[in-house]
């Protein structure tokens, strides 16, 4: 692909979250997530028996780790505040979490970083998991009540805030793919997560707007929620049932959060079909109110891969639970093998142009994109630099296509690359490697730039893509 550039004002930075990179997991009064539970219960689940204690030592780094991104020349990092780190168990704030909360914000703007903060990345506190988790009224409202006091608490200091990180994996992981606790294989469980998440989303915007309406918020900051989009496609000469079907998976994973942030409303098409198959969702007297006031200043889109969708091969699976998608293995898919996903760059800009086509007012910025890979040790060269050639590649094509995009009128604003900094992969943990940095475990955490840092250190000098 010849040169092409991004635009003037166009940033690049950092996706990052707290259970990933903090570690220090007993320390300043933190109490017990779901992570630090299931590794406590069963550590043979995790790679290498690697469980969610250490995060990549970020804690103890923070300092050298924002030196590094911003000589990477990255003007911004996303991270998340963790609820079990921020308040107490009885919901209050725990002036310890939020020190260091207050300390790690201004080390990142003393270097000229801006910080964009995440209230939830898949990390429930434990107690209020055993309260019935995304269920319950009683916790949905507990996190609008902690997303209040994060806000009260750093209202003047964070500008660009995000409810939560991906709301649909949660619901997919933990409920219907059964590969992450509590290993549940229940679509209409599910179903009652996703819309409990899109009540707390609603909430906590809500939370917001009203903290900005008093000045606690300060003026200029935005709010936001950022989701892994995953752009549909099926056969090249579909049937009507394919088609349903990729309409159906559309629905469920990609309309019900963009309309919920641009309408205040899930999208009536999938709740009406699921509601044929039984899949009811709680809604409550009041409920339609509350997702009104879900609409967002601007999204995130995290693209990793697309998905291929053909109609479904059996109506109910093994589970009882309905089918209304399988999944279409195109033969000429490049696949990522060390993730088992497909590599897709062209997804991108299909995706932005929808946005672009259908929710024409919605700015967004790609809030996570990268490639993770295990052994890249093999790929290290004599003076010991790994030499990540596969990354700059997957790197280059992903912005070649949202330049295009952007060129042809999508509203995306910037990139951040996720991990920058290699980190914990959640069960994964270390598997596969994310990073333009390595992080040497042998070695007490240290850093080292791989490869692709120099290169993408010169596009984000030139916005130029070689
Ligand atoms: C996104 C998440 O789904 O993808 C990150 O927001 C995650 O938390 C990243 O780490 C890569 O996925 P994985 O499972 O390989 O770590």
């Not at 300043?28 to 779901?34: D, H, P, V």
């Not at 020349?73 to 609820?83: D, E, F």
């Not at 995953?230 to 990729?246: F, M």
Request: charged share 25%; glycine share 8%.
């Amino acid at each position: 692909m010849s040169i092409c550039t991004l635009p003037e004002g166009f940033f690049f930075g950092a996706a990052m979250s707290g259970p990933q990179t903090e570690g220090a997991w007993q320390r300043y009064g933190k109490l017990e997530s779901l992570w630090d539970t299931w590794s406590n219960e069963r550590i043979e689940d995790f790679h290498n028996r690697v469980g969610s204690y250490a995060g990549n030592d970020f804690t103890n780094r923070y300092k050298e780790d924002f030196e590094l991104l911003r000589s990477l020349g990255l003007a911004s990092w996303r991270t998340s505040i963790q609820w079990t780190r921020l308040l107490d168990a009885n919901g209050k704030l725990n002036p310890e979490g939020s020190e260091y909360y207050h300390r790690l914000f201004a080390s990142a703007e003393a270097v000229g970083l801006e910080t964009f903060v995440n209230l939830y990345h898949f990390d429930m506190p434990t107690y209020l998991f055993r309260r019935g988790g995304w269920e319950s009224r009683e916790v949905i409202e507990a996190y609008a009540t902690y997303a209040r006091i994060a806000f009260r608490e750093f209202g003047q200091e964070i500008k660009y805030w995000f409810t939560f990180n991906e709301p649909i994996v949660e619901p997919q992981q933990r409920y219907t793919d059964a590969v992450w606790y509590p290993f549940h294989h229940d679509f209409a469980q599910a179903r009652t997560v996703q819309y409990g998440i899109s009540i707390a989303h609603s909430l906590a915007v809500a939370e917001f707007r009203e903290l900005q309406g008093t000045g606690q918020v300060r003026a200029d900051a935005k709010i936001g929620l950022i989701n892994c989009f995953t752009p549909p496609y099926t056969k090249e000469d579909p049937s009507e049932a394919d088609l349903l079907a990729v309409r159906m998976a559309d629905g469920i994973d990609n309309r019900w959060w963009l309309d919920l942030v641009t309408k205040g409303s899930l999208p009536e098409e999938t709740i009406g079909a699921l509601s044929s198959r039984g899949i009811n969702l709680p809604v409550r007297a009041g409920d339609e109110q509350i997702l009104a006031q879900g609409t967002v200043d601007w999204l995130g889109f995290n693209y990793y891969r697309p998905e291929r969708i053909q109609a479904p091969e059996r109506d109910v699976d093994e589970y009882g639970n309905p089918v209304f998608a399988s999944e279409y293995a195109w033969p000429d898919a490049v696949m990522n093998e060390s993730r088992g996903w497909e590599i897709y760059p062209k997804g991108i800009y299909d995706f932005g142009m929808t946005m672009a086509r259908d929710y024409p007012d919605l700015e967004w910025f790609v809030s996570e994109n990268g490639i993770g890979i295990q052994g890249e040790g093999a790929f290290r060269d004599a003076s010991g630099t790994i030499q990540d050639d596969y990354r700059i590649d997957f790197v280059r094509q992903h912005l070649s296509w949202i330049a295009r995009a952007i060129e042809e009128g999508a509203k995306c604003r910037g990139y951040h690359y996720w991990g920058v900094i290699d980190c914990w992969s959640w069960n994964n943990a270390y598997k596969n490697r994310y990073g333009l940095v390595e992080v040497n475990l042998d070695n007490g955490y240290s850093r080292h730039l791989k490869k692709s840092a120099g290169w993408f250190k010169r596009v984000t000098a030139t916005h130029a893509i070689e």
